[in-house]
């Protein structure tokens, strides 16, 4: 590997790999730009996984369930009786609204991955100008500083002390070192330093490219929630064969009819089993909350993020950018006693501030307050600021060896300097220590023996919202966990004036165990911690996950990337570094802490909506497979022993709107509704104890009711079919009740809706000639509610019996408690 190169060399190095005469110190010519360009030696490769409309459009018409019910409908149609085919109309309301919500979703996303988009600055005709990624070509110049991504693979043309973090393409978790000739591959990020690197790899052939190519094979992020609704459809497709094959037998061999009317029946027996709107359900409210999100210039980059949100219980949170703005002002200048001249101090500082390429904002505080020139050149040796070692330096020749960092890292604990900084910190202030140093700062036993100069203490604003956001958290039961690489005692301080409970009782991480048993017991009693590594950061998640823990990571530094990736959501601001960008699931362009809540309540109302509608949907699949059961074995048994079969009893428009007002519309309001709890786990189980007894309840009860008014009643095939259809509805309609709690007006007035929309459907004469129902007959009409009632007795005992056997807590009343509270982010969402 070459040597360090350095001023004229860099271009000696760049040439002998290059076709073309490159001056690394300008980068390619605008003719050069457009040779690579024609020839297609550029970075084509996708801005971000986003699926085309063509996908979307073919994903949301050749599904299983439309290609179900389009049979289906082909085999009504066949018989003549298109009005029982209105069932079809699902197959284009399930594919157009689909489409729709995710064309929407899709450009929202895409127009916010824009602006969130890492843009590398590269030199172009001797201008560094920053440019998107797929605008890169072949042997382009491309610049480096702390916490930005290399966008392609490539070769160090320059290096001051640059170092490369490539632990999230190998796993190796130390910083590498690179000096001019190294090759850098994509997808890995600079963890300090700075320098340049020219593309040797662009598009396809870039490491990082051929990484999201192979990871493209595999699955998305895991979704409990999309795992879940898979195996329950896996379920009932093996419960719908036998009870398909059953229904089949039943009316075209035992019951008698002819082909037309058996064949309707069979249909109508079929249609209910498919949970049609359950995955379009689920697709619209992840849909809708992404562009809810987008408005609040939230970039959702893993859909599966929006569930992990809802399980969030707690977040871990940097108090720099997040707590506190970003912004920091130079406040007092505390000179050592002793110490050099005010001057030489300010010359100093100048001089670190002026030539720092890529400064923090502790440096452009400095350079903001500092003269412009300080007169002494270019620094002779540099030690870049790193998050491990807390302090940066540079070596000026004959005008000394300097370095600024953090006082308790710097200095001896018990000197006067280091107290004096420790009771400044207190107050929530920042302070960094200037001294002179004995050794060149790039020496290896460097800093050496440090002699104090100055405390520059730096001011950081509180942001007005951080307490209001933490309030929000306490009264979710969301633990927060303040985690920052500054002084203990500073940390505590901004913690504790924000009222975050044992803010006044910091942790200095140098203390922590490095035990991961241990390390879990300190976080679950701490909240606050100060002089925290980038690797600690990321032990702490760890430990924090070990204990049952779902882990939010805020960040927007190069020193958050490892923690922000293992984290279950990493959330980033959109100021933040490139590399920080591009490991968040969730990305919070406003750069706004406050936009947190909101994003938690987002979650929570989409995976809670899902919930409550799976209960609808799977309840219906669960009766409508019962019935059909019972029936085609009575034909069995009809066969065996010589007595009359029964048919199906409902015509394909009976359930058909038997789901509209007990499934259709209410599931469509309820998917879109506030919803405030925290999502847990088990989300197959919890669906099926609803759903199973209550679907079982129905169709047990229908049939009955069924069976005794074909058998003791004096009634027309349209009275029977329309006796069994008021008990079904009545029980499913007590299933949307219970789903719906606890109750509010608006769910109240959405059941009651529900009621009055049946009540017409059975007393228009219009209505009731169109859908075929007579419940004219006051005794079967009297059985049909009678039955109604019970069922309904049964579905509410069995709620509340599962409810004690598992422990969980019902209300039918939403109360004050059960409300974001007075919070402004919940009454949003």
């Given at each position: ?177 690179k000096m001019a000739g190294a090759p850098v591959l994509s997808g890995s ?166 030539s720092d390429p890529r400064p923090n904002a502790s440096v452009l505080a ?464």
């Open positions: 590997m070459a040597h360090e190169h350095t001023g004229s060399k860099e271009t000696a190095v760049a040439t002998a790999d290059s076709p073309d005469d490159i001056d690394v110190s300008r980068g390619l010519t605008a003719e050069q730009v457009a040779a690579r360009i024609a020839s297609g030696q550029t970075n084509d490769v996708p801005d971000r996984a986003s699926r085309s409309v063509k996908d979307i459009i073919r994903g949301n018409i050749f599904t299983r369930i439309n290609a179900i019910l389009t049979v289906l409908l082909v085999i009504v149609l066949s018989t003549g009786s298109v009005i029982d085919g209105m069932f079809g109309f699902l197959i284009v309301a399930n594919s157009g609204i689909g489409i729709i919500q995710e064309i929407r979703a899709k450009r929202t996303l895409d127009a916010l991955a824009i602006v969130s988009q890492a843009k590398p600055m590269v030199r172009r005709d001797g201008v560094a100008v920053a440019l998107a990624p797929k605008d890169v070509v072949l042997d382009d110049i491309i610049e480096l500083g702390s916490g930005d991504q290399i966008v392609v693979d490539g070769e160090v043309v320059s290096s001051a002390a640059l170092e490369i973090d490539e632990s999230l393409l190998t796993g190796e978790a130390d910083p590498v070192h990020f600079v963890a300090a330093g700075s320098g340049a690197y020219r593309a040797t790899k662009v598009g396809g052939d870039a490491y990082a490219a051929k990484l999201a190519e192979e990871a493209s094979k595999f699955t998305l992020v895991h979704s409990e929630l999309r795992s879940g609704i898979d195996s329950i459809l896996k379920f009932i497709t093996y419960l719908m064969i036998p009870a398909g094959a059953l229904i089949i037998y039943n009316q075209l061999f035992s019951s008698g009819q002819s082909l037309g009317p058996a064949l309707n029946g069979m249909v109508a027996a079929l249609v209910p089993m498919v949970p049609e709107g359950l995955v379009l359900m689920t697709s619209i409210a992840f849909a809708v909350g992404v562009i809810r999100l987008g408005k609040r210039q939230c970039l959702v980059q893993e859909l599966p993020a929006i569930e992990g949100l809802a399980r969030v219980d707690v977040v871990c949170a940097d108090k720099t950018g997040t707590l506190t703005e970003n912004g920091m002002r130079l406040s007092e200048l505390k000179l050592a006693e002793g110490s050099a001249d005010e001057s030489v101090i300010k010359a100093a500082l100048s001089a670190m501030a002026a400095i350079r903001e307050s500092m003269p412009a020139d300080a007169g002494w050149g270019e620094a002779t040796a540099v030690a870049p600021f790193s998050s491990a070692k807390k302090w940066s330096g540079q070596s000026y020749g004959a005008h000394g060896n300097w370095v600024l960092g953090a006082p308790d890292m710097l200095l001896d604990p018990a000197s006067d300097m280091a107290r004096e900084a420790e009771s400044v910190g207190s107050n929530g202030l920042r302070v960094l220590m200037l001294g002179s140093s004995n050794l060149s700062v790039d020496d290896a036993d460097a800093p050496g023996i440090v002699t104090p100069a100055a405390l520059v203490v730096l001011e950081q604003k509180v942001r007005p919202d951080a307490q209001e956001t933490l309030e929000y958290f306490a009264s979710q039961k969301v633990a927060v966990k303040v985690i920052s690489g500054d002084n203990a005692v500073s940390v505590g301080a901004v913690a504790g004036s924000l009222g975050l409970e044992g803010g006044d009782r910091p942790i200095d991480a140098r203390e922590l165990p490095s035990d991961q048993e241990k390390l879990a017991d300190v976080l679950e009693g701490a909240t606050t911690f100060g002089r925290v590594r980038p690797d600690q950061k990321r032990e702490m998640v760890a430990a924090l996950q070990s204990r049952g823990h779902t882990v939010a990571m805020t960040g927007d530094g190069v020193n958050d990337v490892l923690a922000l990736k293992d984290a279950d959501i990493g959330v980033s601001m959109g100021s933040g570094s490139p590399a920080t960008r591009a490991v968040a699931q969730i990305v919070l362009l406003d750069n706004k802490f406050a936009t947190l809540p909101y994003v938690v309540a987002e979650g929570r109302r989409v995976i809670g909506n899902i919930e409550r509608v799976s209960n609808l949907f799977l309840t219906k699949t669960v009766y409508s497979v019962v019935l059909a059961f019972l029936i085609g074995i009575t034909g069995v048994l009809s066969q065996i022993f010589h007595f009359e079969a029964l048919s199906y009893p409902f015509l394909p428009r009976h359930v058909t709107i038997a789901a509209w007002f007990t499934i259709g519309i209410p599931a469509f309001v309820l998917s879109l509704a506030p919803n405030n709890e925290r999502a847990r786990s088990g989300f197959v189980a919890r669906v099926m104890r609803l759903a199973l007894p209550s679907g079982i309840i129905i169709g047990v009860t229908t049939f009955v009711t069924y069976v005794i008014v074909h058998t003791s009643y004096d009634v027309t095939r349209e009275q029977e079919s329309t006796t069994a259809l008021i008990t079904l509805i009545m029980i499913a309609l007590w299933v949307l009740a219970v789903v719906a709690r606890p109750y509010t007006w608006w769910k109240l007035v959405l059941i009651g809706g529900s009621v009055a929309g049946y009540l017409i459907l059975f007393a228009l004469p219009f209505t009731r000639t169109f859908f075929e129902l007579d419940p004219s007959n006051i005794a079967a009409t009297t059985l049909a509610i009678t039955a109604g009632a019970v069922g309904v007795f049964l579905v509410e005992v069995s709620w509340w019996v599962s409810a004690r056997l598992h422990g969980e807590k019902r209300k039918l009343f939403t109360t004050p408690e059960d409300l974001p509270g007075e919070h402004h982010h919940a009454h949003t969402s």
